[in-house]
């Protein structure tokens, strides 16, 4: 066995892991944090097939952004006082029944794939280095419409900590 393939298992395992424990766990924080770790090994393993940019974009986007979202929502809502959610498990069978039938279902076609036959015979990414002609075209064509669009982020933030500290006043 090589050392990439005992990385690459070893992330494999640590995401499968954390994204049954992102849907397990009863405490949504927790849950939360649980969700960031398995965005991050997904980062690692898109970095180690050679997909840097896409594994940059992973963790700012995903990992860095969405989450601390999730986090912030969830500190600034009343719900979150309470030491557990709801339980309940009434459809706990079917899901898995339902997901592991579609499972199978998607990786069948995915084996059965003349596409997915046909990259074996393609070019190494590393070769054409697409994140290069990326990252450059992004980062020069870009640029001015992906910082206005961080500041419209921004402002919408800014707005909805006005408006919900405006609604916990009223209410």
């Given at each position: 066995m090589?050392?990439?393939?005992?990385?690459?298992?070893?992330?494999?395992?640590?995401l499968?892991t954390?994204?049954?424990?992102?849907?397990?766990?009863r405490?949504?924080l927790?849950?939360a944090?649980?969700?960031?770790?398995?965005?991050?090994?997904?980062?690692?393993?898109?970095?180690l097939l050679?997909?840097?940019?896409?594994a940059?974009i992973?963790?700012?986007?995903?990992?860095g952004?969405?989450?601390?979202l999730?986090?912030?929502?969830l500190?600034?809502?009343?719900?979150?006082?309470t030491?557990?959610?709801?339980?309940?498990h009434?459809?706990?069978l079917?899901?898995?029944?339902?997901?592991?039938l579609l499972f199978?279902?998607l990786?069948y076609?995915?084996?059965?794939?003349?596409?997915?036959a046909?990259l074996?015979?393609?070019?190494?990414l590393?070769?054409l280095?697409?994140?290069?002609?990326?990252s450059e075209?992004?980062?020069?064509?870009?640029?001015?419409?992906?910082?206005v669009?961080?500041?419209v982020l921004?402002a919408a933030?800014?707005g909805a900590?006005?408006l919900?500290k405006?609604e916990?006043?009223?209410?």
């Open positions: 090589s050392g990439d393939f005992i990385i690459f298992f070893i992330l494999a395992l640590s499968i954390t994204s049954l424990l992102t849907v397990i766990s405490r949504i927790r849950s944090v649980f969700l960031a770790f398995s965005l991050l090994f997904t980062a690692f393993i898109y970095m050679g997909a840097e940019i896409l940059g992973q963790i700012l986007l995903y990992a952004g969405v989450i601390t999730i986090i912030f929502a500190l600034i809502s009343e719900k979150f006082g030491d557990r959610t709801e339980s309940s009434h459809g706990v079917p899901a898995i029944i339902a997901s592991s199978f279902i990786a076609f995915t084996w059965i794939s003349p596409r997915i046909s074996s015979n393609s070019k190494p590393k070769l280095n697409p994140s290069k002609t990326l075209y992004l980062f020069k064509s870009w640029v001015l419409p992906l910082e669009l961080s500041l921004l933030i800014i900590l006005i919900a405006r916990k006043e009223e209410g």
